[in-house]
Structures are given as structure tokens and as C-alpha cells.
């Protein structure tokens, strides 16, 4: 059974630091590319991070970067995501999803072949 299992998330001041963390079973980590998306009350999910199967290569969203880190570790079977210098309008459900597929699906959530349930990140002005 395939699961991708989000950890980390939390209340946070502006200006903080949080790391997400996803854990993966069932699947050869290795083989996907992995993406973070989040769902901000009230709004429709987005795109975050993306980051090749190899970790070789990375991508953000606008809003994000600079103060996200996208990274990964496949002989733990994780990803993670780094976020400092948050801010308010950051307070979303945060999902890890993966995809064995091409890389630029990794952008788009319906394309995902597996997604986890999500973590809650709460940042306070």
C-alpha cells in the first residue's frame, strides 16, 4: 500500500522557520519526482516545490523562492521542505505528492499518481 505520510507543520510568528517533511512507502522513491502543493482557506490548491528524482534539479513557485528549500533524501525515502522568512499569507494545508511520470507533471496536482493528506501550517502575523 502506497502512502505519503506529511509531518511538521505548526503555528509559527511571521519571520519564522518550519520543516515538512513527507515520508513515502510502497513506492521505489527513487524512480518519482516529487512536488509540495498547499490549500490556503478559501482557495484553490497551488503548486509549491518540485524536485527531480535524482534531487538534481529544483523549482518554485514565485511566491516562495528564496525562502523555501526543497530537498530530498531517497535512501530515507523523504522529502522536505524548508521554510523561512514565513509569512501570513503562507497558512495553508501543505501536500506532498509524487509522480513516476514525466517531471513537468510534477506541477500539477491532478497529475500526481499518489498524494498525501496534508499538514497544517498556521503563521501569525
Known amino acids: ?3 505519503l505520510v506529511e509531518s511538521g507543520g505548526g ?3 511571521a519571520g519564522g522557520s518550519l520543516r ?3 515520508a513515502a512507502s510502497g513506492i521505489t522513491f527513487s524512480t518519482y519526482n516529487m512536488g509540495w502543493f498547499r490549500q490556503a482557506p478559501g482557495k484553490e490548491r497551488e503548486f509549491v516545490a518540485v ?3 535524482s534531487g538534481g534539479s529544483t523549482d518554485y513557485a514565485g511566491s516562495v523562492k528564496g525562502r523555501f528549500t526543497i530537498s530530498r533524501d531517497n535512501a530515507k525515502n523523504r522529502v522536505y521542505l524548508q521554510m523561512n522568512s514565513l509569512k501570513p499569507e503562507d497558512t495553508a494545508v501543505y501536500y506532498c505528492a509524487g509522480t513516476s511520470t514525466y517531471y513537468l507533471n510534477t506541477y500539477y496536482w491532478g497529475a ?3 498524494r498525501g493528506k496534508g ?3 498556521t503563521v501569525s502575523s
Do not use: A, G, K
Open 11 to 13: 503555528s509559527v510568528q
Open 20 to 22: 515538512l517533511s513527507c
Open 112 to 114: 500526481m499518481d499518489y
Open 119 to 121: 499538514t497544517l501550517v
Open 1 to 3: 500500500q502506497v502512502q
Open 51 to 53: 524536485i527531480r528524482r
